[in-house]
């Protein structure tokens, strides 16, 4: 925490450790966890509006009904990687996926 200008000003870290917990609780890591599903969500939901996809005509081409693709775009919790990919592939879009150790950090 600084102070300037007479406001307490704090890093986001400091924020995530009071709020949601250390990086190595669990809370944090389901905290994490869910964040990054949410953005998946979003890239898919911005990927179709780009193309110009109705959430009915990305189905189709994938083969699920409209309502998965909701559930996707608005966080990924039980998607397989194979759904993913079918959804990234029929947006023309590349899916680039990251794997690092746990508790490690690459750079």
Request: glycine content about 6%; hydrophobic content about 35%; overall charge positive.
């Amino acid at each position: 925490m600084i102070e300037k200008n007479g406001l307490k000003l704090y890093s986001q870290e400091e924020v995530l450790n009071t709020f949601i917990g250390p990086p190595d609780s669990e809370a944090r890591k389901d905290f994490e966890h869910e964040l990054q599903m949410e953005v998946i969500g979003h890239l898919i939901k911005t990927a179709r509006k780009e193309k110009g996809y109705t959430q009915e005509e990305l189905g189709k081409k994938i083969g699920v009904q409209k309502a998965q693709i909701s559930k996707l775009e608005k966080s990924i919790k039980n998607a397989t990687i194979d759904t993913i990919v079918k959804v990234f592939e029929a947006l023309d879009t590349r899916l680039k996926i990251r794997l690092e150790p746990m508790g490690k950090q690459v750079s």
